[in-house]
């Protein structure tokens, strides 16, 4: 039998591993993957779907109803969105249609897991851009933008697990050197209404600049999977060449149209996200806790200490509450939380008290 033959010129293969569910999802807090924290309500499904037809499942579907609901709600005309299966989905399409094996792009470091991923699949070279002290470092960010040898600039704002927010200003001014050094800039805007200003029309004014979003986060929807990117009508016609016969699914798209119907829903989970974000930062720093970020829907908190880590640590299995950790260097003694309404950061913070004790 002839084996499977492929491009090696053009892609590689990187082993990965699925995600295993190792946490208990009725009776744990879930805060280690940036998701919703807090349950929908119980019948929630019944109420998206409550007006399906029996036709619907059988039929392929419509996708220009979803892209008006998009377009709508964002107010930005349809010729300059494109739907993803969330950020990850956009990412890939960026490096599939706009990198060359051995061509160079930019990205912050630490960052999401998948820029490497991709960077890997599709042979490109990677220049990190690192942090120091927990901030970004600007000078070498602009040296590498001036060397003009990168093709793409990936700037996830905020990013994570550092949160060292970009403001607008200063994204205009390294959009300007990017745009003169003709390098693509991709801002990532995975936490977006956190916090955060947004460079969407930055991307509609330029063919150089794409703005990914997700409804995983602010939504508070990673389970089905839907994205977009925002960019000229240039930009989003050269992406329609490239994309599925579908770009997503009648489920998804029922659940996207019923919250965005329902937007005073997820305006209210993001207040409260957010107000138990500010109060879990206060009171650490107020018992000399080092915090980070205040711009997406977590927090980066630094015990400086391995021994003050790992009893944290222990209290959280016991309690089945579920962090991120494991970091190495400038980070190996942070913990990445996940931000919910009050009652569970004040939780959060009380078992955080008692290991300090």
Request: proline share 2%.
């Amino acid at each position: 039998m002839k084996s499977f033959i492929f491009d090696k010129k053009k892609i590689s293969i990187v082993n990965r591993v699925r995600i295993a569910e190792n946490r208990d999802l009725k009776k744990g807090l879930r805060l280690n993957r940036n998701e919703r924290v807090e349950n929908f309500e119980k019948n929630i499904l019944l109420k998206i779907f409550k007006n399906s037809k029996s036709y619907d499942l059988g039929k392929y579907p419509d996708q220009n109803h979803i892209y008006k609901i998009i377009s709508n709600f964002l107010k930005i005309n349809e010729d300059n969105i494109i739907i993803s299966s969330g950020i990850d989905g956009s990412l890939k399409s960026i490096f599939e249609i706009f990198t060359d094996v051995n061509d160079e792009i930019a990205i912050l470091s630490p960052t999401y897991a998948m820029y490497e991923v991709y960077s890997k699949i599709f042979k490109t070279k990677i220049i990190r851009v690192g942090y120091k002290n927990f901030k970004l470092q600007k000078k070498q960010l602009y040296k590498v933008i001036n060397n003009k040898k990168i093709k793409i600039l990936f700037i996830p704002n905020p990013n994570q697990p550092i949160d060292d927010y970009i403001s607008s200003r200063e994204i205009q001014k390294i959009s300007k050197l990017c745009k003169k050094n003709k390098i693509m800039l991709v801002i990532d805007e995975a936490y977006h209404m956190f916090g955060s200003q947004t460079s969407a029309n930055l991307s509609l004014k330029n063919d150089h600049v794409l703005t990914l979003r997700t409804l995983s986060k602010s939504f508070g929807l990673p389970s089905i999977r839907f994205g977009y990117v925002i960019a000229s009508k240039r930009i989003i016609k050269i992406f329609n060449s490239y994309r599925l016969s579908y770009e997503s699914n009648y489920l998804t798209d029922k659940v996207v149209e019923f919250f965005i119907k329902n937007f005073a829903q997820v305006k209210s989970y993001i207040t409260r996200v957010v107000r138990g974000r500010n109060y879990l930062s206060k009171e650490l720093r107020k018992i000399k806790i080092q915090v980070i970020g205040g711009t997406g829907n977590f927090l980066l908190i630094n015990f400086n200490s391995k021994e003050l880590l790992d009893k944290v640590l222990k209290i959280f299995m016991n309690e089945k509450i579920y962090v991120k950790a494991n970091y190495q260097g400038e980070l190996a003694n942070c913990i990445l939380v996940t931000c919910g309404p009050l009652n569970v950061m004040k939780k959060l913070f009380n078992k955080i008290k008692l290991a300090i004790k």
